[in-house]
């Protein structure tokens, strides 16, 4: 069964947000690794759209979690400006930091903990899609 958390979008509201994490993953059971992976993942999606996706109105963020045949998938909904951030090309982690400039390695490190990530925007709204098996 899917269940679903509405917060607003604002970085206090992290803890609740992998807190609902958490208690999806504890029912369901997952390795150490992989429960670390997600929330890291989604922690990272969560900061940039507490931070970023709303230009200066107050602005909320849903997730919704479910666990079918040992695979954990989480969506994470947002209405703010549109944003796909698979959109970019991966950064080139072997340059130094100048050489790379700024932003992209969030996104890439999210790519690396989870086995896929999808985008969607529809009806005024960025869902991003996090699937990773749990074993």
């Known amino acids: 069964m899917e269940e679903v958390l509405k917060v607003v979008a604002k970085p206090e509201s992290l803890v609740e947000i992998l807190d609902y994490?958490?208690?999806?993953?504890?029912?369901?059971?997952?390795?150490?690794?992989?429960?670390?992976?997600?929330?890291?993942?989604?922690?990272?999606?969560?900061?940039?759209?507490?931070?970023?996706?709303?230009?200066?109105?107050?602005?909320?963020?849903?997730?919704?979690?479910?666990?079918?045949d040992d695979v954990a998938t989480f969506c994470i909904t947002d209405g703010g400006d549109p944003f796909d951030p698979l959109a970019k090309t991966d950064p080139d982690i072997l340059l130094s930091g100048e050489e790379r400039g700024i932003g992209g390695l969030g996104i890439f490190m999210v790519k690396s903990m989870v086995d896929d990530v999808k985008y969607e925007y529809s009806n005024g709204c960025n869902k991003l899609t996090l699937i990773k098996s749990l074993n």
């Open 21 to 68: 994490v958490g208690k999806i993953l504890d029912a369901h059971g997952c390795t150490p690794q992989a429960r670390t992976q997600l929330r890291m993942a989604i922690e990272e999606i969560y900061v940039n759209i507490a931070h970023y996706a709303y230009a200066s109105e107050e602005g909320w963020a849903e997730i919704s979690g479910s666990v079918e």
